[in-house]
Structures are given as C-alpha cells and as structure tokens.
C-alpha cells in the first residue's frame, strides 16, 4: 500500500510557476513510477507528467511539454511538479498517482491522492 499526500496547489497569475509536492508513505516508494494527473471541471482527468524509478527517464503531455519538470527524491520519497510559465488553461485539480508501468490513462496507476486544486486568473 502506498499513501499519496498532495500540496502545493495555489491560486496564481497567469504566467507565474508553481511547485507541487507529492509525499508518499511506505518504503517501496522507489519500486514505483510516480505521475502526475490533472481534471478540470466537466472534463476527463488527463494524464501530465510522469518519472521511472529511478528518475532518468521523463514522460510529458504534450500541452506541459517545456513548462513543467517532473522531478523525485526517493530519500524524502516525494515526487515534485515543478510549474512555469502557467496558462489559464493549466487550471485543474493535480493528482498524484503511483503504479508498477508507465502509462498515459489513469488505469495505469494504483495509487491516488486526494489532489490539490490550482488555479491560474488571467
């Protein structure tokens, strides 16, 4: 069992950065991929970014693609979003999510957390 806490989220003008933080309980944190999800009001949840294991390897949407950077410390066993140059359009709830395989639907991963809400005003 993994156990995914969210923080960071905010409201922020448009153009601004942001940094998410995703702390994880449990020792088998660095088994894990770690990703980051987002929903917006009255549409599908969609995959953001996501990180292997050991964090060499790097996965974006293509719409994040050059502004945000995925990053994880599997001492601290947190998982980061690092978020630049934020749009109107970024405005979601994040989540964190953990699974055994890379992958770009969310029933890809095992584990959730409860998500924080970030708001871009323009």
């Given at each position: 069992q993994v156990q995914l806490v969210e923080s960071?989220?905010?409201?922020?003008?448009?153009?601004?950065?942001?940094?998410?933080?995703?702390?994880?309980?449990?020792?088998?944190?660095?088994?894990?991929?770690?990703?980051?999800?987002?929903?917006a009001p009255g549409k599908e949840r969609e995959f953001v970014a996501a990180i292997a294991r050991g964090g060499s390897v790097r996965y974006y949407a293509d719409s994040v693609q050059g502004r945000f950077t995925i990053s994880r410390d599997n001492v601290k066993n947190t998982v980061y979003l690092q978020m630049n140059t934020l749009r109107p359009e970024d405005t979601a709830v994040y989540y964190c999510t953990a699974g055994p395989f890379y992958g770009r639907r969310s029933t890809d991963y095992s584990y959730w957390g409860q998500g924080t809400q970030v708001t871009v005003s323009s």
């Open positions: 960071g989220g905010e409201l922020v003008q448009a153009g601004g950065s942001l940094r998410l933080s995703c702390a994880a309980s449990g020792r088998t944190f660095s088994s894990y991929i770690m990703g980051w999800f987002r929903q």
